[in-house]
């Protein structure tokens, strides 16, 4: 049950993206195209698993005062780990989102969660967390890549679809993926209102018919 | 002469046609977040352009005269946050000891700035840009006043747009990113400009 309610709560209820707004600069900046997208989620995914876990391990030897540089230092190492990793085997996506990549170690998911997650846990549920979370903020990275490389450039990673559509310019910039994270907020506050509204409904109706069978008892 | 011509070119740059926020997209957290009202804007812009500045200026020196002779560049990450956090602790320490009426006024952001992506994603550039000293100095300095502008001018909207009638779903973030995303936009027109080009 903790487990189903933990995945839910990072990728639908509590979203990194759209609901915490952690991590938002890489959000804006890398996600022109769906493969830098991609790779960046991936890329911060690993260092929020691994520093989840390591971080969940290590949390009751590290003296209260002096947890938070300890933390930066894990999630440093980590990021260096990875900077090299996609330096060495993907050379041309490091070209485009290696400046995204130095900086996941200040990314604020990754610190929020060590702090208000892993420290205070068990391993495996760090572990769990760490992936949820991963997974809803790789999942926001992706959509807002698809969206944004389809609208600028009439490509999906990279492939023509559309032949006749040369792209709308503004979405490959910084300034149509403000506009764009802006309305893809907007689709999930709207959508969030409907179904409280109608859980809200829900709740009410059965109140009502709960106090009618009690009025129709007595 | 030239180091006139370096100046204004570097300020044009760093403040308009690669605007912190709106080209390089980084500081978008405290950029959304403290840019409700004009005051704590000010406050923090201010904070972050003393820190930027500092930060790149020591990142810089460490990178050349330790890192490179000794071929630690690998080391650039896990140093530069270093830096960082403990100039932004002695900076709290120094202001609360020595300029308590500054503390009172920046001291709660300095917290703050030691997550800012600004801040490190500044002190990566300078490195990899491979700027001379002096360029170092007043690039940091003008991307910090390039911040300090973006903060202000997104306070500066975000006071009215609270008053505003808007779709209830736009209301709050989604509204401030779609001011932002204009911005940006206008910020993107000057991307042209080159006076000594």
Known sequence: MKAKNLILEGIVTNNPIFIMVLGMCPVLGITNTLNNAFWLGVSTCFVLILSNFIISLVGKIIPDKVRIPCYIIIIATLTTLIDMLIRKFLPGIYTQIGRFIQIIVVNCIILARAEAFAASNEPKWALLDGVSVGAGYLLGLFILGLLREFLGAGEIAGINVLPEFSGIQIFSIPAGAFIMLAILMAIYNYIKAKIEKKQKIKKALLRKAAQTAQGGKA | ?197
């Open chain 2, 1 to 197: 002469m030239d180091i006139l011509v370096m100046i204004v070119s570097t300020f044009i740059t760093a403040v308009f046609t690669e605007n912190i926020v709106f080209y390089y997209t980084y500081g978008i957290c405290p950029f959304l977040g403290v840019s409700q009202k004009s005051k704590t804007a000010i406050g923090m812009g201010l904070t972050v352009i003393l820190v930027i500045t500092i930060s790149s200026i020591l990142s810089y020196i460490i990178y050349t005269y330790l890192l490179i002779p000794f071929e630690l560049e690998y080391l650039q990450i896990l140093l530069f946050i270093l830096i960082i956090a403990s100039l932004v602790q002695l900076m709290e320490v120094f202001m609360k000891r020595f300029v308590p009426a500054l503390y009172k006024g920046l001291g709660i952001y300095l917290p703050l700035v030691t997550t800012n992506c600004a801040v490190l994603g500044t002190a990566n550039a300078v490195v990899t840009k491979g700027f001379i000293f002096v360029e170092t100095v007043f690039y940091s300095l003008f991307i910090g006043v390039g911040f300090l502008l973006a903060l202000i001018l997104m306070s500066g909207i975000r006071e009215r747009l609270e008053k505003a009638d808007v779709p209830k779903s736009f209301k709050g973030l989604p509204l401030a990113l779609i001011a932002a995303g204009i911005m940006a936009m206008a910020f993107s027109g000057l991307s042209g400009l080159n006076f000594f080009g």
